[in-house]
């Protein structure tokens, strides 16, 4: 949670403006495409796919979770010559996608889009799971990172970080913050806030970051710390006023805001991350090739425009490197959880 990308040297001699992969030649992209072949090549020799990938989300439609995975699986869907198809199954801050993916057929046609909040937070804030974030699932790819943004309503008189903290402290508990849910990267980033910054607010969880966002526009809540994929569109429209973001440094996507740590609420720093699944026990040769058509996906010029827009970092990478990622995130966030004293739910 407070490490830089497992793939660290994506922001070395390639980032692009906004920390995604920096745009290629045509000819460098069918180099790239071809060395990824083999694996994806392999498998659809064998057959492989016959027939459409179903791809669940525990996230509802609209969301920028929703939105970035449709991206890249549109993209993917044209390598592997077969339709991806969306499923979502928001509730339980993902847990039900999750356990719906970890009971399905390990046959290549079910794909999971996992997030930070589902396997790196879920496991450390819920008492009992129904699956095991490790032994439940083959990694497949690392995605995409994204910092997080601190926003309020527009109305709410907090023109920064420190007139937000000043205010909510001389109102104790009236002050309402929005999550995506319970244990939700939304609902820890805004806890971290609130206890490192000394602050007593009311935590609001809805089902996902869109409905969330909706009530803070309209100012039902407070604020909300989200990613900046979900927001940006908000921000630049003049919906919703963004006052810091959550690295410890700024965003290439709103380099105009300072980030929170800067704004003395020091070592805050969080951000949020994505990627793809299957079942345990799906075929190796089957997982190589959705990483294939995954990493070819994010070389893509719509998905490194679409991450440009979003603020997202593309990562990309093995199978055995983000399942090696995903056992990191999972201590970190171990330490997050106990540090901002969530209950197990």
């Not at 002050?175 to 935590?203: K, V």
């Not at 089902?207 to 966002?213: C, E, V, Y």
């Not at 040769?285 to 440009?308: F, Y």
């Amino acid at each position: 949670m407070h490490q830089l990308p497992y793939r660290s040297d994506r922001r070395q001699g390639g980032a692009g403006p906004h920390g995604a992969l920096a745009p290629m030649s045509r000819r460098t992209l069918l180099l790239a495409a071809a060395c990824g072949l083999p694996g994806l090549a392999g498998a659809q020799a064998s057959g492989y796919p016959q027939r459409p990938v179903r791809l669940v989300l525990g996230f509802p439609p609209g969301g920028a979770t929703d939105n970035s995975a449709r991206v890249v699986a549109q993209k993917m869907a044209e390598f592997l010559r077969q339709p991806i198809v969306v499923e979502n199954k928001p509730g339980a801050s993902g847990n039900i996608a999750a356990e719906a993916v970890a009971r399905s057929a390990p046959d290549g046609y079910t794909l999971f889009y996992t997030t930070s909040t589902i396997h790196g937070i879920n496991p450390n804030v819920f008492a009992k799971l129904p699956y095991d974030p490790v032994e439940d699932f083959e990694p497949v790819l690392y995605v995409s990172r994204t910092l997080l943004v601190l926003l309020t309503r527009n109305d709410l008189g907090a023109g920064s970080t420190d007139e937000l903290i000043r205010l909510a402290k001389s109102r104790p508990g009236t002050l309402s913050y929005a999550s995506a849910g319970p244990g939700s990267t939304q609902h820890l980033a805004g806890a971290l806030f609130c206890r490192q910054a000394g602050i007593d607010a009311l935590h609001v969880p809805y089902k996902g970051s869109s409905p969330a966002l909706t009530d803070l526009m309209s100012g039902q809540v407070d604020f909300m710390i989200d990613t900046i994929s979900a927001s940006a569109t908000f921000i630049r429209a003049g919906r919703l006023r963004a006052l810091a973001v959550s690295g410890l440094d700024r965003s290439p996507a709103l380099p105009q805001l300072p980030t929170i740590d800067a704004e003395g609420v020091k070592g805050y720093n969080v951000a949020a991350w994505g990627g793809f699944l299957v079942p345990k026990g799906t075929p190796a040769p089957i997982v190589q090739a959705l990483n294939s058509a995954g990493n070819q996906a994010l070389r893509s010029q719509e998905v490194v425009s679409r991450a440009a827009e979003t603020g997202s970092e593309l990562q990309g990478g093995t199978p055995e490197e983000f399942g090696k990622f995903i056992r990191r995130e999972l201590a970190s966030w171990k330490l997050a959880v106990a540090a901002a004293g969530v209950p197990k739910q």
